[in-house]
């Protein structure tokens, strides 16, 4: 295992980027008020946690998440291990603001607030549908979409109604997963940028899905997209399900099983929406609701790598890096593929992904000749080394973020903190089903599995663990 050293440079842009978010209005060290703490999902947070971590509250569901959709056959396809690519609402995924911890419940349909050192609930919130993704906390307000069809906006200190907005055009009821829902449900969360808030709604391309641009503060609605379904001679498959992203421009949506489509922010207009081929120049199985931004790329998640693709075209980028989870700050990437966690220099890796994609290819060229196929799967595996700079053993692959200090990794009933620049063990405890979400600030650590817990972890000792419900 090798180490390595931030350097001086990256260590003082980091003070000036916390001077802008400060100045711009975003969260500091002592929140994670978004999914993955960004509208880029990378799963960064500049907060310093202390990796003597103790566990203060849990809070439990009272059944298990129930899914919006049912995972692929577990048959490989042509060679290719499918996975699930639609599982956004695994888990209870939790944000943090203000000393308070916030998470929805497919189950309960309620949004929580509790007490973030103790895990009490002090306020909750009903909406008619699961709620199934993380809600989104800014200008002291709470923001959340729910399987009824409407976006909600509350007021994060008492949970009290800012505003709401019902998405689709009426109150139609269909039965999913045992349940009454909307026709046209919120799945992708809200993603606050500036004043905006942005959201989608609906599920079926053959009927009418929406996108739409709202004042946060208001509910006032910019610009609504209700045209998408009708594109195409109405073969357009957009389906807006998982976690928005956003840079300058563009906002990016996800879509099913599909690679995220390109929109513009002050038109709501589709700008591209690529369908890059598994076999060839997507380099492997890609698409679905894991994606995020860097490098001026989105890099869109599949069972086994992220392709990355030019975030204003959509076309092909530079890179195809393997790996089920990733994060990203500074030149480093910090990725899990099932047998290991580990660093990579992101420029370096990257480039090496190029090459490595060739290979690729080659094997399919090849595939009547044994020898070269394998000459070809060694010249992928050499290059796939190309850029780590440390890598620790884990069969962990499912929930993974890094504070300032540490990586921190979660998979079946358990959860990990290396050193980010080593890889050195620093913390490791059990936990009761399968991580799916991470989030992390100054002072507490959530880990939310899917069996419905979600615990808290805080640093230095804990006279008692407090359960909820009590």
Not at 296 to 323: C, K, R, T
């Amino acid at each position: 295992m090798s180490v390595f050293r931030f350097p001086r440079q990256l260590k003082a842009t980091r003070k000036v980027l916390l001077v802008l978010f400060a100045a711009g209005g975003f969260a500091d060290a002592a929140d994670w008020t978004a999914y993955l703490n960004g509208n880029d999902r990378v799963g960064y947070t500049s907060a310093v946690l202390s990796p003597d971590l103790h566990l203060a509250w849990t809070h439990k569901s009272q059944a298990k998440p129930e899914l919006a959709w049912s995972g692929p056959r577990s048959t490989p396809i042509e060679g290719h291990e499918m996975r699930h690519r639609v599982d956004f609402d695994a888990s209870m995924q939790v944000v943090i603001g203000d000393g308070r911890a916030y998470f929805g419940s497919t189950v309960d349909h309620r949004l929580y607030c509790t007490d973030a050192r103790t895990g009490k609930p002090l306020w909750t919130f009903y909406t008619d549908g699961p709620i199934r993704l993380a809600p989104t906390l800014a200008f002291g307000h709470v923001y959340v979409g729910s399987d009824d069809g409407r976006v909600y906006c509350l007021n994060a200190a008492d949970g009290s109604v800012v505003w709401q907005m019902r998405v689709g055009p009426k109150d139609d009821r269909l039965l999913s997963r045992g349940e009454m829902i909307s026709r046209w449900p919120v799945r992708t969360g809200v993603l606050i940028d500036g004043e905006t808030a942005y959201f989608g709604a609906g599920v079926f391309p053959h009927e009418v899905v929406y996108l739409v641009a709202a004042n946060a503060r208001t509910g006032e609605v910019i610009w609504k997209n209700d045209r998408i379904s009708q594109e195409d001679a109405g073969r357009n498959d957009l389906s807006p399900q998982g976690y928005l992203l956003c840079n300058e421009k563009f906002l990016y949506v996800p879509s099913g099983r599909s690679l995220p489509v390109g929109v513009s922010k002050s038109t709501g207009e589709i700008v591209f929406q690529r369908k890059h081929s598994w076999r060839t120049d997507a380099g492997g199985v890609v698409g679905g609701t894991k994606a995020l931004l860097g490098d001026g790329q989105v890099y869109s998640g599949g069972p086994h790598h992220f392709l990355a693709m030019e975030d204003s075209s959509g076309n092909v980028g530079d890179s195809y890096i393997g790996g089920r989870q990733m994060v990203l700050t500074g030149k480093y990437a910090y990725l899990m593929d099932g047998t290991k966690i580990f660093c990579v220099n992101r420029s370096e890796h990257a480039q090496a992904s190029r090459e490595k994609q060739k290979w690729f290819l080659r094997v399919r060229e090849d595939r009547g000749d044994a020898a070269k196929v394998a000459l070809a799967n060694e010249k992928m595996k050499e290059y796939a080394g190309v850029g780590i700079i440390w890598d620790a053993l884990s069969d962990y692959d499912d929930a993974l973020i890094a504070t300032d200090n540490l990586l921190i990794a979660g998979g079946q009933d358990g959860v990990i903190a290396l050193d980010r620049r080593t890889g050195e063990e620093r913390w490791k405890t059990s936990v009761n089903g399968n991580v799916r979400g991470i989030s992390a600030t100054d002072s507490l650590l959530t880990v939310s599995t899917d069996t419905g817990h979600v615990y808290g972890f805080v640093p230095g000792p804990v006279a008692a663990v407090s359960n909820w419900p009590e």
